[in-house]
């Protein structure tokens, strides 16, 4: 005969039902504990974080958690799983395999959950909320992890140098640091990238494609940096200020370039006849002379020029643009060094 004991009292297995209905003083979740004991169920505890299981299999999978172990990979790329359910969904990536359609916009999914999740970006619908700050999100997992930076805590520990992480996600990328794992290829030219966004981008050098565009003036660029910086130029913003001077900077390089007047710094040496420079593109124009080559061609008279700023100089002859303009008499010159030599007049003038 099947008997189990609560509170001192054998009671048969088939009788359950009836004791449940006479007990009194006893939760029931304590009188089901008491009974999975008694039947020979154990609890499965986490020794990390205490937290328990009802199966030895669930406590394994949650292990992984703090491990960081991915058993299941796909045999179509190099991509690892914790769960075998996991690598079931994801092979669908390689079947394209999407049986599930958005009602709205009609986007196809290769799991039903992905359907639910997808249908609040069109809703505007955020079931989950923050018990600290009372922030909403959409997805269950967006609170999860947000609550870490309430907590503090780094669930995820890299096991060769033992930093921790917030996000599996994170720990993954990073342990690429140590293992050169580059598993992004580009399809045009083969190239090795270590985390997906870097391939996005660049795949735009092969497409030429610029989704981000200047709001001021129109200008397209391929980076959302790039834009960021070039915003600047109407902005007028400067962050990088010289600690030396007052003269405050857009770009970062612009104040590494600028500290070069203080320094005295002239890195860039000409192998030629040994002038140095301060900026790697002054050494290149000055090559120019030595080599003789004249990449700057006029497109009314065809004359060439080993420098940029000698045809802007060399287009005023057809333009009869005059930009300097003496502050004493008003005269106006077609290039600066005309007008430096006009001004000695009127010093001697003076004299």
């Known amino acids: 005969m099947e008997l189990c004991y609560v509170e001192g009292l054998p009671i048969h297995i088939k009788n359950i039902a009836s004791y449940l209905r006479i007990i009194t003083g006893l939760q029931l979740n304590i009188f089901i504990k008491i009974m999975e004991v008694q039947m020979g169920e154990e609890f499965y505890q986490c020794s990390i974080c205490q937290k328990d299981f009802a199966t030895k299999s669930s406590l394994v999978q949650h292990t992984r958690i703090h491990t960081g172990e991915k058993p299941y990979q796909c045999s179509q790329c190099p991509k690892e799983f914790s769960q075998r359910a996991s690598l079931v969904r994801h092979m669908q990536v390689h079947t394209g395999e999407k049986p599930f359609k958005c009602s709205v916009c009609l986007k196809n999914f290769s799991?039903?959950?992905?359907?639910?999740?997808?249908?609040?970006l069109h809703t505007g619908e955020k079931p989950y909320k923050c018990?600290?700050?009372?922030?909403?999100?959409a997805y269950r997992s967006s609170v999860s992890q947000h609550m870490r930076v309430h907590t503090?805590?780094?669930?995820?520990?890299?096991?060769?140098?033992?930093?921790?992480?917030?996000?599996?996600?994170?720990?993954?990328?990073?342990?690429?640091?140590?293992?050169?794992?580059?598993?992004?290829?580009?399809?045009?030219?083969?190239?090795?990238?270590?985390?997906?966004?870097?391939?996005?981008?660049?795949?735009?050098?092969?497409?030429?494609?610029?989704?981000?565009?200047?709001?001021?003036?129109?200008?397209?660029?391929?980076?959302?940096?790039?834009?960021?910086?070039?915003?600047?130029?109407?902005?007028?913003?400067?962050?990088?200020?010289?600690?030396?001077?007052?003269?405050g900077f857009s770009y970062k390089n612009s104040l590494t370039q600028h500290m070069k007047v203080h320094?005295?710094?002239?890195?860039?040496?000409?192998?030629?006849?040994?002038?140095?420079?301060?900026?790697?593109?002054?050494?290149?124009?000055?090559m120019n002379l030595h080599l003789g080559e004249?990449?700057?061609?006029?497109?009314?008279?065809?004359?060439?020029?080993?420098?940029?700023?000698?045809?802007?100089?060399?287009?005023?002859?057809?333009?009869?643009?005059?930009?300097?303009?003496?502050?004493?008499?008003?005269?106006?010159?077609?290039?600066?060094?005309?007008l430096v030599k006009h001004l000695k007049l009127h010093k001697r003038k003076k004299l």
């Open 131 to 137: 018990s600290v700050c009372l922030k909403n999100f």
């Open 263 to 286: 320094t005295g710094e002239r890195p860039y040496s000409c192998l030629v006849c040994l002038k140095d420079f301060s900026r790697k593109h002054h050494l290149v124009k000055h």
């Open 294 to 338: 004249k990449p700057y061609s006029c497109s009314v008279c065809l004359k060439s020029f080993p420098q940029k700023q000698n045809i802007i100089q060399h287009m005023r002859v057809h333009t009869g643009e005059k930009p300097n303009q003496c502050a004493v008499c008003l005269k106006e010159f077609k290039q600066n060094s005309y």
């Open 152 to 247: 503090g805590e780094k669930p995820f520990k890299c096991l060769v140098c033992l930093k921790d992480f917030t996000q599996n996600k994170h720990l993954v990328q990073h342990m690429r640091t140590h293992t050169g794992e580059r598993p992004y290829k580009c399809s045009d030219c083969l190239k090795d990238f270590t985390y997906k966004t870097a391939l996005v981008q660049h795949i735009r050098i092969h497409t030429g494609e610029k989704p981000y565009q200047c709001s001021e003036c129109q200008k397209d660029f391929s980076h959302k940096s790039d834009l960021v910086k070039h915003m600047r130029s109407h902005t007028k913003e400067k962050l990088y200020h010289c600690s030396l001077c007052p003269k």
């Open 111 to 120: 799991e039903k959950a992905s359907v639910v999740q997808h249908m609040r």
